[in-house]
């Protein structure tokens, strides 16, 4: 007769902990400001997870009742359920919601997750122009891909260690040390710090130390090791929650993360639970019944709550207000409850029912189908059939691509960070010659400068790389690191071009470049003062920000067409980005040495700002929430031809 594997003994204030982690997951995604190193929350269930596990499988390796088949079963019976209704759940939601390039895309990300690979399909995809993490509902399960691909070998691992002289600590140690030392490599080698930092965040080998953290604890704990001093327990305790409060509020997310900063919050979670039930923070905070009863709910409402804000972000075409963000947690946790009550409970209580769990295979495989399905019908647009062209004119995907050849992405506009050297293509010798430097935003201008080229017969030579302003000794751009030694090189080639006139553009306040308006001011002026000593008989000219929207464009004129059944007004002030506006007169002043255009003088007016030209789709203004389309472009360069042909010297 088939014996019951052993489990530990309960300690409620291990779910305490998890209350812990959840809270700071909650706080970072819906109120940011208030807990900025919330994500930190990931690291704390990855210890408290590990710990536990391990403890369930050492034990049953020293009690010789290991069984793989009960260790899977069990995965399936405790992480399936609720996963499924989840993902079903947000499948009918993005079904009814989502256009077809965010369907395409959430089909990928439904196969990914179905299969416990998301964290490996976000790496691959996040680029430059990805989208905003905030419009991909199943985002968060990516956490979820780490810890199941790591137990898919750490039974295995654990076993063959025990079998051989019962070595299983020292095989921990070694895993532990490599994974840490891969998780360092990641956000200190220029090759992963160039890419923005995915690798290091995604990989599940960067990772693994985090879980190995708490299955080393629980193989010192099986080996006797416990804190018996009440002195070295209430330290522990509270140097652990010190760890985590310091983590919560003093990391961002600008910071490279894991890395050795995660030390801080695995060493907390491991800490407080070493520290033991009795330990006075463990025993009267974290055992108290209101954060056990979070803790039990925390993988549901981890389920629950990231699909919650993400269809509402999508649905407003901005971040929800603060009351819509308290009214989502609130249904978040309304949400989990159930799903601990009427799921889960029912669902883990009796045995491993062999066709319970194929049931539950069979309808996580329905689901990656299904998702492989949506991608393979390219979002299945047939459901907005009703809205003809409008299908294919606002499918941001399709807009990029045709931004991304009409601006020469690859040869003249270098977007990978590792990027260096431009096509000999791109370096004109006509004269007069305008010099395009700059990120994306420069180009972005150049379809309307060829359009102007065209009728005019100047030379142009673009030199854009995305990501990368045209200033110098840019320390702050921690995934740009490459950004000065470009500009250094094409101010060095400044001689030899001898360009007539130098066009700067920038994103001057994106988010990717974290320093203060004045600081990005400052720099201008210290930028300019270097290229006019340089290149001292070229006119300069500097293009400030065109207007940021909040959400894509495109997505912003979908919902507009499906909750309307009409365009938005061609000047719109609803989902504008304010940060633009401030900035603006700064670098005003500080590029008071050079001819400045303001696109937004051009694009704004009392009415808001210009979404489209005309009245058709053929011409949007912008390809996502801050890229001017090659449309756009052409107006707009038309709009300052009068300035830019003087300075060349062609009015």
């Known amino acids: 007769m088939k014996t019951e594997p052993l489990h530990p003994a309960y300690r409620p204030d291990i779910d305490g902990l998890r209350a812990v982690a959840i809270l700071c997951v909650l706080g970072f995604h819906a109120f940011p400001a208030w807990a900025p190193g919330g994500f930190v929350g ?13 403890s369930i499988l050492l034990a049953n390796l020293q009690a010789e009742k290991f069984s793989l088949w009960d260790f899977y079963a069990r995965r399936v019976r405790r992480i399936f359920p609720a996963l499924i209704l989840v993902l079903a759940a947000s499948l009918a939601c993005g079904y009814l919601v989502l256009w077809p390039d ?38 968060h399960l990516w956490s979820l891909g780490v810890e199941e691909q790591f137990y898919i070998f750490w039974p295995l691992m654990l076993a063959a260690a025990w079998r051989w002289k019962h070595r299983a600590g020292t095989m921990i140690g070694v895993v532990f040390v490599a994974s840490f030392a891969a998780a360092i490599w990641f956000v200190t ?31 010192l704990a099986q080996h006797g090791f416990s804190l018996r001093r009440r002195a070295a327990r209430e330290s522990a305790a509270l140097a652990g929650s010190l760890l985590i409060v310091v983590a919560l509020f003093a990391f961002t997310k600008n910071m490279p993360f894991p890395g050795w900063r995660a030390l801080l919050p695995v060493g907390g979670a491991v800490l407080i639970i070493a520290a033991g039930p009795m330990a006075y923070v463990n025993r009267f905070v974290l055992a108290r019944r209101g954060m056990v009863g979070i803790g039990l709910v925390s993988y549901p409402l981890y389920l629950w709550h990231w699909p919650l804000l993400s269809f509402a972000r999508i649905l407003n075409g901005e971040e929800p207000s603060r009351l819509q963000r308290i009214l989502l947690i609130l249904a978040a946790f309304a949400l989990a409850a159930l799903t601990y009550r009427l799921v889960e409970k029912p669902l883990r209580s009796g045995g491993l029912d062999k066709k319970r769990i194929f049931i539950l295979l069979a309808l996580m495989a329905a689901l990656g189908i299904a998702g492989f399905g949506i991608m393979r019908g390219e979002g299945l647009p047939a459901r907005f059939a009703q809205y003809g062209a409008a299908v294919e004119s606002l499918d941001g995907p399709r807009l990029i691509d045709k931004w991304r050849q009409q601006v020469r992405l690859g040869t003249c506009h270098l977007e990978k960070p590792a990027d260096y050297d431009h096509d000999a293509s791109c370096i004109e010798n006509k004269h007069p010659l305008l010099l395009l430097w700059g990120d994306s935003h420069a180009a972005a201008l150049y379809p309307g400068l060829k359009a102007l080229q065209e009728t005019h017969g100047f030379g142009i030579t673009q030199l854009t790389q995305g990501g990368c302003p045209p200033l110098f000794d840019l320390q702050n751009l921690v995934f740009r690191q490459n950004c000065n030694d470009i500009n250094d090189r094409i101010l060095g080639d400044l001689a030899t071009m001898k360009p007539e006139v130098i066009l700067l553009s920038a994103a001057w306040a994106h988010p990717d470049y974290p320093m203060p308006p004045q600081e990005i001011a400052d720099d201008l002026g210290l930028a300019l003062k270097k290229i006019r000593a340089a290149a001292p008989q070229a006119k300069i000219i500097v293009v400030g920000s065109e207007p940021r929207w909040l959400s894509p464009l495109p997505a912003i004129y979908r919902r507009a067409i499906v909750a309307a059944h009409a365009l938005p007004p061609e ?29 937004r003088d051009k694009m704004c007016n009392a009415g808001g700002c210009l979404t489209r030209i005309g009245d058709t789709l053929d011409a949007i203004t912008y390809v996502d929430d801050e890229h001017i389309t090659p449309a756009a472009s052409v107006w707009l360069m038309n709009q300052f031809a009068p300035q830019i042909l003087a300075a060349l010297g062609l009015n």
């Open 189 to 219: 080698d220029s090759k992963f710090v160039a890419q923005g930092g995915v690798v290091g965040f995604y990989s599940p080998f960067g990772r693994f130390w985090e879980l190995l953290a708490g299955g080393y604890l629980a193989w």
């Open 571 to 599: 000047y719109s002030s609803k989902h504008l980005d304010p940060q633009i506006a401030p900035l603006d007169d700064l670098l005003r002043s500080a590029a008071a040495s050079a001819l400045y255009l303001d696109p």
């Open 42 to 54: 990931v690291d704390i269930f990855f210890v408290i997870s590990g710990y536990l596990i391990s």
């Open 102 to 139: 965010q369907f395409r895309a959430f089909g990928r990300h439904l196969a990914a997750s179905a299969g416990f690979v998301a964290n490996l399909a976000f790496e691959r995809e996040s680029g430059y122009f990805d989208g905003a993490a905030e419009t991909k509902p199943l985002l």
